[in-house]
């Protein structure tokens, strides 16, 4: 029995690219057929990327070349959106002209020539939603405006056009994320020379595109209308006041300068924290796909609301939803009136038309009772959060951590000694080889965050290092005080660890006591090396010739190997016999009621006063040496 091999049906393309803006890399098949709900399937090899376009939505065709193989591009909606596939050969022209022709005998085939002259000037033209640039009446690309973010106008005649990012696109794919036109502000309508009251008004294309842009693209002040609206809403990233309009699928901000489209699919995550130590509430958006401003991104929205500020009863905040379609929204706490605090109202609001988790403060506290703690990243200072899952910095930059992204923690500049510093760092190393360092964190920090950290089981490398260390410097402040200073000093230590209860813990006046102590300790010791000396100088003159007798034997004995290694001669033993008398004449004034010296000594002093003269600068010269070896 023999088979025959069924060919390949011919409403199949195979190899066919996904064109547009959101154009792929990755090659699929292409079904053509006269259904009502899938007149074109596309689907991607090996993915779950597809694109369905159907019947009823179709206005015309266009086939061209371009730089991918032949291109056949369908015009949606009254030629208001377009959906292309490329890659075609220029034999399979025939095939798909028979396949239109049979399944949609009412609509058009064009063939479309661009413009390949290689310019970088031409004529907007606005169809629907697309604008199509012209040069020559020739094509040199298309702009769907469903797929502007933002345009903003810049001081140099330019209009700024940024696109929303494409979440499905590989890493690897080339996506176009801004473009610039530069457009006169002002131009004379062609044809007209006339100057003075009967010329005719100039045309302003400038102002002109830009309307038709933001409006068409759905991002201007009075497109529809929009379900929430705050106005002068203070944002600190991007800092400035904005005007927020909240539609059903996205949220319009609108400045003095900059105007922001974000989609409500593109918010992760949003957060309301408290500002430590201060009467305002962070609340941030966290996005998927961040917002710019130029070459400047900003994935997180960051507001900051003076907890004061309300919203009255006597002007309540409309939401322009009726019951229910109020019922049908996941969060039940929106309704048609709300009133409260700003910062309140605003965040149940996002919660509910985002449908995204609010998350607030954790159960950490600092040692002031606040959320958070206040310290340093690089050269900005700002606030560092330990939420239950995560940590945040906040404001400048924004840095969000999960905890099971965290590798481990490490302390720094911890060492907790008379002089130390009143601050440490705190270390944070990612899985992902990135490391933040927070500075400049208050000392009375140190122990909540090792209580904090270890209880939620996250690794700190150096946390037997700096048990060590703490045990180190109670021991050594222990002896220092203690062990030198006698009673008196143990007195002082009570009297400071009281006053330094009474301060819940100021880490700044305790590193200050421990040195006052410190200082204490050697005022005391000093004092008393004195009062032992003054007893010596008390005692008996007997005792106190026998002693010097003594020690000035000891310092003979002492200086003979000195002045063998300095090659002393004569001289300077002269020198030395001159000394000797002068310095115990200083002993003898410092002692009271000393009896005078013993006439031998008085002799020998004599006698070494007189011996003979000297070159006076060999004299001076071996006194000088001999002074510096006693001393």
Known sequence: MSTTATPAAPDRFKGIFLGGRNATAIAGELVVSGEDEKSFYWKANGSTNNVIVNKGTIDHFEWLLTGRGYALRIWKNGSEQITEFLNFKEADFSKLKELLDRFFPDL????????????????????????????????EFLINLSDVKTCTKSAKNELIVEFHNDDTVQKTDDMLVEMRFVIPKEIKPEGEEEEGEDAPPSINPFDQIYNKIISRAEISTDTGDAIASFEGLPFITPRGKYNVDMHKK?????????????????????????????????????????????????????????????????????????????????????????????????????????????????KFKSFTGDNGIKCSMKANEGFLFFLEKSLFFLHKPAIYMRHEEIKSFKFARTDNRAGGS??????????????????????????????????????????KEMKEAEAAAHTYAENTVGGAAGGAADDDDEEDDEDFQADEHNSDEDDREFEEIVDNVAEKIDHGEAAENDDEASGSSAKKRKR????????????????????????????????????????????????????????????????????????????????????
Not at 114 to 133: A, D, I, T, Y
Not at 274 to 297: C, N, W, Y
Not at 548 to 566: L, Q, R, V
Request: positive net charge; hydrophobic residues 30%; contains cysteine.
């Open 108 to 139: 058009q085939v064009n063939k479309t020539e661009l413009c390949s002259r290689g310019v970088n000037w031409g004529e907007p033209k606005f169809h629907g939603n697309v604008l199509s640039f012209e040069n020559d009446n020739k094509e």
């Open 250 to 362: 996205y949220i319009r901000l609108h400045g003095k300068t900059y105007a922001f489209k974000v989609l409500y699919k593109s918010i992760s995550t949003l957060f309301l924290l408290p500002k430590p130590g201060e009467t305002h509430m962070f609340f941030v958006v966290s996005l998927d796909t961040p917002i710019r401003q130029g070459q400047k991104a900003y994935p997180y929205l960051v507001f900051q609301f003076d907890k004061s500020v309300m919203i009255s009863k006597e002007k309540p905040l409309q939401i322009k939803m009726d019951k229910e379609g109020l019922d049908k929204l996941q969060d039940k706490t929106l309704k048609e009136t709300m009133h409260g605090k700003q910062f309140e109202v605003v965040a149940k609001v996002f919660r509910a038309l985002a449908e995204r988790r609010l998350i607030g403060p954790g």
């Open 548 to 631: 010097d007798d003594e020690d000035a034997g000891d310092e003979e004995k002492s200086d003979k190997p000195k002045k063998k290694k300095k090659k002393a001669s004569k001289e300077e033993a002269a020198g030395e016999e001159e000394e000797k008398p002068k310095k115990k004449k200083k002993k003898a004034a410092a002692a009271e009621g000393e009896e005078e010296k013993p006439k031998k000594k008085k002799k020998k002093a004599a006698t070494a006063e007189g011996e003979e003269e000297k070159p006076k600068k060999k004299k001076k010269k071996a006194t000088e040496e001999v002074v510096s070896v006693e001393e």
């Open 422 to 463: 009143r601050y440490f760092d705190l270390v944070v190393l990612l899985k992902n080889g990135k490391t933040f360092i927070f500075s400049n964190i208050n000392r009375s920090e140190y122990e909540n965050l090792i209580e904090f950290i270890s209880g939620k089981n996250l690794h700190i490398e150096n946390l």
